[in-house]
């Protein structure tokens, strides 16, 4: 009897909770973690006066709202890398293409307060001599369009994409190729000024987001709960797929893929949507990245960058959601401290570490800990 009252209390709580949370332990622990860390930054944010040793700084505040971006891009890659074994070298190109979305609204806003005191043209347009706006910047002034743009471009590239490439069966290590050579040929076209894009020097000095100032503390604050909500809907979303019946056979996929096809699934068809919907997520995750850092450039093109997003996963456990949460966390938090004490040398950790997972921890900090927790 002594036994039997947990398992029965745990069992009736676990009635009130989301399906796709019910018999996620780890799930429901990095939701619960994610709302108390949340709450406790504001409050120390907002609430604790400044000159308390308490206070908790808005570049911290910054710093924590830009890693749940990260998370966010993690859980997206893990979705088709973790579930459906696509390995995509090319994810940092659906989550700059809403980036830049959300930068072009932002630099709509400036109006004629930028450097020239342009009504309508962004300073770097009128620096190269643009006589008028391109005709893809309009509608951007709008905040409803913008966001409809930053679910719409990465979904709609990564479905052309993804036709093309799946129905062609390419597998393995050549769909990462190729998706590595998208956002390559991202990169260098967005380099170019006559893009249109503000060239290498991107889209910044941002001023408000619906009309609210950026630099204040309060938005700060409210972009981070942004990105906090924003990752606990997509990681809802993300369990609701893999626990379905579609997610078993996304799966089956993964496992046994020409078999999967032989009984009469559509394997494209699920490979296709489920690599969109993984686009529109990381697109969304760039969104909510540039007004916290307050720039987009190319940069966030590079292929590194989506390598990066692959060594999180693998960090934190592929095939586990929340153990691409941990990743990306872990990871850019070791970034931070490590680039801040030895930046030349950070790429050559970040390269062992990759190794000495991939050959000591292949399912990453989340499988070493499930494995301790079963041989206790």
Known sequence: MATAFPSTYLGTFEQFLPRPLRGDKGGQVMLAVLVFTVTLVSVLNLAVPSDSPLHLSTYAVTLI??????????????????????????????????????????????????VYGNPILPDFMVFLNYKELPWFW????????????VILVPGVLAFVFGWFAFRSRVTGVYLSIITQALTYALL??????DMGFGGNNGLTDFKDLLGFPLQRDGMRVTLMVASALALALGYLACRYIVTSRAGRVVEAVRDAESRTRFIGYSVESYKLWLFVFSAVLAGIAG????????????????????????????????GVLYGAVAGAILVNYAKSVFTG??????LYA?????????????????GLLRTRKVEA
């Open 341 to 346: 004490a030895l930046p030349e040398f950070w």
């Open 65 to 114: 709202g830009k890693y749940l971006t990260y998370a966010l891009l993690a859980v997206a890659v893990d979705l088709v890398w973790g579930f459906c074994g696509i390995l995509s070298l090319g994810h940092a190109a659906f989550f700059a293409l809403g980036g830049y979305a959300m930068g072009m609204y932002l630099m709509r806003q400036i109006g004629a307060r930028g």
């Open 350 to 366: 970040l390269g062992a570490l990759f190794v000495l997972v991939t050959l000591f921890l292949p399912k990453g900090v989340v």
């Open 287 to 318: 969104a909510l990245y540039v007004p916290q850092v307050g720039i987009i450039n190319p940069s966030e093109f590079s292929p590194i960058n989506s390598i990066e997003v692959v060594i999180w996963v693998a960090v934190g456990g592929r």
């Open 188 to 193: 260098l076209a967005f380099f170019r000024n």
């Open 138 to 149: 309009h509608g951007f002034d709008m905040f409803w369009f913008a966001m409809l743009m």
